[in-house]
């Protein structure tokens, strides 16, 4: 699986823990074709739970039809939402095995449209559900995604200071080193040292989080 952010790329740093004094490459992508992507960990009880103030998206929204249909979504948006520590990768088994039936064929499709989900939308757990990631399948990256730049950059500081309301600020800085705007033929990335006609700006984010 080809596993990455919508719209923003702190959650990846994130997802992989990162340290001061850490290096990365991260790369932006656009879509060149529309994607139909199923959805799993979204329910109003996991964004309650976090304690945060953001809208269930409207195409999470499902009418229960059944009290069993509502525990088992309950169910599965906690699982799929569940902070795994490090050392206990084996609870991954489970997220898989769900991302697994969400991909499963879609019967009954009209002629003329898509009979397989490209991937999986979820909320960022390591952005304690503020962002959303996906998980798509590398055939569909082939198709339908095109690289449009690469960043690579150090984690120069994370920072900590308490908050007024018992929770934890965390400031992470992560000025750019080099940036590729361009790829050739033959799959080479261009640096930015590479070309005179790029350039470099320093970036900057804050994630904050909340003591439970």
Same mark, same amino acid.
């Given at each position: 699986?080809?596993?990455?952010?919508?719209?923003?790329?702190?959650?990846?740093?994130?997802?992989?823990?990162?340290?001061?004094?850490?290096?990365?490459?991260?790369?932006?992508?656009?879509?060149?074709?529309?994607?139909?992507?199923?959805?799993?960990?979204?329910?109003?009880?996991?964004?309650?739970?976090?304690?945060?103030?953001?809208?269930?998206?409207?195409?999470?929204?499902?009418?229960?039809?059944?009290?069993?249909?509502?525990?088992?979504?309950?169910?599965?948006?906690?699982?799929?939402?569940?902070?795994?520590?490090?050392?206990?990768?084996?609870?991954?088994?489970?997220?898989?095995?769900?991302?697994?039936?969400?991909?499963?064929?879609?019967?009954?499709?009209?002629?003329?449209?898509?009979? %397989?989900?490209?991937?999986? $939308?979820?909320? @960022?757990?390591?952005?304690?559900?503020? =962002?959303?990631? !996906?998980?798509?399948?590398? +055939?569909?990256?082939?198709?339908?995604?095109?690289?449009?730049?690469?960043?690579?950059?150090?984690?120069?500081?994370?920072?900590?200071?308490?908050?007024?309301?018992?929770?934890?600020?965390?400031? %992470?800085?992560?000025?750019? $080193?080099?940036? @590729?705007?361009?790829?050739?033929?033959? =799959?080479?990335? !261009?640096?930015?040292?590479? +070309?005179?006609?790029?350039?470099?700006?320093?970036?900057?984010?804050?994630?904050?989080?909340?003591?439970?």
């Amino acid at each position: 699986m080809f596993y990455g952010s919508l719209g923003e790329f702190a959650s990846c740093l994130l997802e992989c823990r990162c340290r001061a004094g850490e290096y990365f490459a991260v790369g932006a992508w656009l879509t060149t074709k529309p994607l139909l992507l199923n959805h799993l960990g979204y329910s109003r009880r996991a964004i309650d739970r976090q304690k945060i103030k953001r809208d269930l998206p409207a195409w999470a929204e499902v009418k229960e039809t059944s009290k069993r249909n509502k525990l088992i979504r309950d169910w599965q948006s906690r699982v799929f939402t569940r902070v795994v520590p490090p050392g206990e990768e084996e609870f991954y088994r489970l997220t898989n095995a769900l991302r697994t039936i969400a991909l499963s064929p879609i019967a009954g499709v009209p002629e003329g449209k898509p009979d %397989f989900f490209a991937g999986v $939308i979820y909320p @960022a757990v390591s952005m304690w559900l503020f =962002g959303d990631n !996906v998980a798509l399948l590398p +055939s569909v990256v082939d198709s339908c995604l095109s690289l449009r730049e690469v960043k690579y950059l150090s984690i120069e500081a994370i920072i900590q200071s308490a908050r007024d309301d018992g929770g934890t600020e965390t400031e %992470f800085r992560f000025p750019p $080193i080099d940036f @590729a705007g361009d790829v050739r033929r033959d =799959g080479r990335l !261009v640096w930015s040292g590479e +070309s005179t006609a790029l350039s470099v700006t320093p970036w900057e984010i804050t994630a904050t989080t909340l003591s439970v």
